[in-house]
């Protein structure tokens, strides 16, 4: 009953595609498209492999994924080798098993029993594939969507194959995302010995008030659609070169703020600038602006999801913007409707990433039943 998603899945997991490269999995997917009928249009740049995909004319759906994978890390703690794909207990382990490989796996092997069993559908059906979606993004759907955009393309409804499910497949969608802002902070002292601290500056010690300040600032109480926008800082050291007798000359802290639409980096900026100057540290700061927050408005696309999902599991899934980024964000512009929807995120980025051969399947039957649901 499973075996062509299986088989699709592994097959994907067995390359060893760790971000931005390919090496070779959307060539599978290409030659599986042309032999229905897709006409495929390859937009590389660089070390990243992109590919758009199209079929029919009218009211379109895309199926937006990613064919690169993050690393393995430390391999002494998997239990299976990473890029050999093992099914044990009707579990199915490897990197990419479930970002996003597996879901990649049942966009088209839904989409193939759709066109076999409707030939002559309404309606476009479009792929949108990138290998550089766990990196830097630059050279992936942020380039393409522009070239589309150039060209007044259309998407009626983006499906997006991310990992949102967080217990059971089925119990979360997403239709939108949080922005992210990034900070690399550098606070400068007074190199010295620890025995003459009058003789020094310690950045450590003058920063320590700020830090608190810093990490409890509240920007917003969030919405019916976000949470309260957060900030989280993720190191901080004083450098490599200070023993344990030395006051180091500057402090580096790194910072990361993940924001709604009720706020924008520019305010967020001005608000962290405010808080040095009102602590009188002396300082460099540089900024990352990695996205915008988007948010699709619950429509069709939405509530043909929510049905197929329910008719297959027998769950009413939560409608959530929270998690990480997503390539949504590029297509935003693009596209009337963009929702997520894919397997269990509880192993994504870690050591033995699985997922259960049976949620293949089920989601396989989901993606099945919203062509149905939109094109016949």
Same mark, same amino acid.
């Given at each position: 009953?499973?075996?062509?998603?299986?088989?699709?899945?592994?097959?994907?997991?067995?390359?060893?595609?760790? *971000?931005?490269?390919?090496? /070779?999995?959307?060539?599978?997917?290409?030659?599986?498209?042309?032999?229905?009928?897709?006409?495929?249009? $390859?937009?590389?740049?660089?070390?990243?492999?992109?590919?758009?995909?199209?079929? /029919?004319? /009218?009211?379109?759906?895309?199926?937006?994924?990613?064919?690169? &994978?993050?690393?393995?890390?430390?391999?002494?703690?998997?239990?299976?080798?990473?890029?050999?794909?093992?099914?044990?207990?009707?579990?199915? =382990?490897?990197?990419?098993?479930?970002?996003?490989?597996?879901?990649?796996?049942?966009?088209?092997?839904?989409?193939?029993?759709?066109?076999? #069993?409707?030939?002559?559908?309404? /309606?476009?059906?479009? =792929?949108? !594939?990138?290998?550089?979606?766990?990196?830097?993004? #630059?050279?992936?759907?942020?380039?393409v969507s522009a070239?589309?955009?150039?060209?007044?393309?259309?998407?009626?409804?983006?499906?997006?194959?991310?990992?949102?499910?967080?217990? &059971?497949?089925?119990?979360?969608?997403?239709?939108?995302?949080?922005?992210?802002?990034?900070?690399?902070?550098?606070?400068?002292? $007074?190199?010295?010995?620890?025995?003459?601290?009058?003789?020094?500056?310690?950045?450590?010690?003058?920063?320590?008030?700020?830090?608190?300040?810093?990490?409890?600032?509240?920007?917003?109480?969030?919405?019916?659609?976000?949470?309260?926008?957060?900030?989280?800082?993720s190191k901080i050291?004083?450098?490599?070169?200070?023993?344990?007798?030395?006051?180091?000359?500057?402090?580096?802290?790194?910072?990361?703020?993940?924001?709604?639409?009720?706020?924008?980096?520019?305010? !967020?900026?001005? !608000?962290i600038n405010k808080?040095?100057?009102?602590? *009188?540290?002396?300082?460099?700061? *540089?900024?990352?602006?990695?996205? #915008?927050?988007?948010?699709?408005?619950?429509?069709?696309?939405?509530?043909?999801?929510?049905?197929?999902?329910?008719?297959?599991?027998?769950?009413?899934?939560?409608?959530?913007?929270?998690?990480?980024?997503?390539?949504?964000?590029?297509?935003?512009?693009?596209?009337?409707?963009?929702?997520?929807?894919?397997?269990?995120?509880?192993? !994504?980025?870690?050591?033995?990433?699985?997922?259960?051969?049976?949620?293949?399947?089920?989601?396989?039957?989901?993606?099945?039943?919203?062509?149905?649901?939109?094109?016949?």
């Amino acid at each position: 009953m499973y075996t062509k998603v299986l088989n699709l899945a592994q097959q994907l997991i067995n390359i060893p595609s760790i *971000s931005p490269k390919d090496l /070779g999995c959307q060539e599978i997917l290409i030659q599986r498209l042309q032999s229905y009928g897709f006409f495929i249009e $390859k937009m590389n740049f660089n070390d990243t492999n992109n590919f758009w995909a199209w079929r /029919g004319s /009218g009211k379109s759906i895309t199926f937006l994924g990613h064919t690169d &994978v993050v690393p393995a890390g430390n391999l002494l703690n998997w239990t299976t080798p990473p890029f050999i794909s093992t099914v044990k207990n009707g579990v199915l =382990f490897g990197r990419g098993a479930v970002d996003m490989k597996g879901s990649i796996a049942a966009m088209l092997i839904a989409v193939e029993n759709f066109l076999n #069993k409707n030939p002559n559908h309404h /309606g476009r059906i479009s =792929f949108l !594939i990138t290998s550089d979606e766990e990196s830097t993004g #630059k050279n992936g759907i942020k380039k393409v969507s522009a070239i589309l955009k150039k060209r007044n393309e259309r998407i009626n409804y983006c499906l997006v194959g991310e990992p949102t499910s967080e217990k &059971v497949l089925g119990d979360c969608i997403k239709n939108g995302r949080r922005g992210s802002l990034s900070a690399e902070l550098k606070i400068y002292g $007074k190199q010295g010995h620890v025995a003459y601290p009058n003789l020094a500056h310690n950045p450590i010690h003058c920063s320590a008030l700020f830090l608190v300040e810093l990490s409890n600032l509240s920007f917003d109480k969030g919405n019916d659609f976000f949470e309260p926008t957060k900030i989280q800082i993720s190191k901080i050291f004083s450098g490599k070169n200070y023993t344990t007798n030395m006051i180091p000359g500057e402090l580096n802290v790194f910072f990361n703020i993940r924001f709604n639409p009720l706020v924008d980096e520019k305010v !967020i900026i001005n !608000i962290i600038n405010k808080l040095l100057i009102k602590h *009188s540290l002396q300082h460099s700061i *540089s900024w990352k602006y990695y996205a #915008k927050p988007f948010l699709s408005v619950p429509n069709n696309l939405c509530h043909i999801l929510m049905t197929s999902i329910y008719n297959n599991t027998r769950i009413t899934p939560v409608i959530k913007t929270n998690g990480g980024t997503s390539d949504g964000r590029f297509l935003f512009n693009l596209s009337d409707e963009i929702v997520e929807f894919g397997l269990l995120s509880s192993t !994504i980025h870690q050591t033995n990433e699985c997922v259960n051969v049976l949620d293949l399947l089920q989601l396989q039957n989901i993606y099945y039943d919203v062509l149905n649901a939109l094109f016949l």
